[in-house]
């Protein structure tokens, strides 16, 4: 008997969500130990069942599938997360792996392959829907010059890599004792700055530059 994958499923749609948990339960590798509807209750049933997978939707209600991600990774490290999603921006993806997620997958997909796909990151691979991945390694592959960054003052730098770091203008504010609105005019300037039209590329740029390494704590 192959061992068997223990696995959480969080959506706000019953449907979908009982018929993901049908679809995987079915085979004999997996176990679906618990469904959640909120990002709250994911949380709280990752605490108490122990999943070696999580699959999360991004749109739930309460605290969302990107902060409950952050938080199961956060108190339980060794769980693998999937954001299983009808979101399809290059923003959520980055957002989603910064935050600790190792898997983004599409709600089109189809069944055999999720389960594929499930195997695959339990196994302790990584996954991005193709055209999402493509989209990212082709603003990672721009030419960039580092004279932009050297225009940045401390602050901004630091704003910055907290932003790569998948953290919202609030949770910049808080860790570095900002208002919120003070936190939106650093990134009006960093964005001029470094010649870009959104906090993705901005935050794409860090990570090529290598300005997303550290975690602050």
Not at 139 to 167: H, I, W
Not at 178 to 183: G, P, R
């Amino acid at each position: 008997m192959p061992e068997t994958t223990r696995i959480l499923i969080a959506d706000d749609h019953p449907l979908f969500r009982e018929g993901v948990a049908a679809s995987l339960g079915a085979a004999e590798d997996f176990a679906v130990v618990g469904q959640a509807s909120s990002g709250e209750e994911a949380v709280a049933l990752a605490l108490e069942s122990r999943p070696d997978i999580v699959l999360l939707d991004i749109k739930m209600p309460g605290i969302g599938g990107i902060a409950a991600a952050r938080q199961i990774a956060e108190r339980r490290p060794g769980v693998r997360i999937v954001m299983l999603t009808v979101v399809e921006d290059a923003e959520s993806l980055l957002t989603a792996l910064k935050v600790g997620a190792h898997g983004y997958v599409l709600k089109g997909v189809a069944a055999s392959e999720l389960r594929t796909i499930v195997r695959s990151v339990a196994a302790g691979e990584a996954y991005v829907t193709p055209t999402l991945a493509a989209e990212m390694l082709k603003e990672f592959s721009r030419p960039r010059t580092n004279d932009a960054f050297s225009a940045l003052t401390m602050r901004e730098r630091e704003v910055l890599e907290l932003l790569s770091q998948g953290l919202t203008n609030r949770e910049i504010g808080e860790r570095l004792h900002l208002a919120e609105k003070t936190v939106k005019h650093y990134m009006t300037l960093i964005l001029q700055k470094l010649h870009v039209r959104t906090r993705t590329e901005a935050a794409l740029l860090a990570v090529q530059h290598g300005l997303a390494g550290r975690e602050k704590r």
